[in-house]
């Protein structure tokens, strides 16, 4: 059974640095997509960054310039890096990975941005 245990939230304050990380239970090459979405509280679940097999990443406009996802294949890990941080980052943050046409998800790390 696929499993993806994120780690890494934590209280940051504004502007300050972040790196979220996500372990697959396989090797993430099985994955033609891994990433991270986010929910904040009564808003719905978005996508933040995507990363590809071959490395393609795609980024929700809200964190481009400040956030990058990376991956090491050895590892079986993806990050995501966040820089400047702003208090609308706060959210649970979630890994997904997409294998066979089937989702899988990450049970979550809470990230709050606040002085």
């Known amino acids: 059974q696929v499993q993806l245990v994120e780690s890494g939230g934590a209280l940051v304050q504004p502007g300050g640095s972040l790196r979220l990380s996500c372990v697959a239970s396989e090797s993430i090459f099985n994955f033609y997509a891994m990433g991270w979405y986010r929910q904040a509280p009564g808003k719905k679940r978005e996508l933040v960054a995507i990363i590809t097999t071959t490395s393609g990443t795609n980024y929700a406009d809200s964190v481009k310039d400040r956030f990058t996802i990376s991956r090491d294949n050895a590892k079986n890990t993806v990050y995501l890096q966040m820089n400047s941080v702003k208090p609308e980052d706060t959210a649970v943050y979630y890994c997904?990975?997409?294998?066979?046409?089937?989702?899988?998800w990450g049970q979550g790390t809470q990230v709050t941005v606040s002085s």
């Open positions: 997904y990975g997409n294998k066979m046409r089937v989702n899988y």
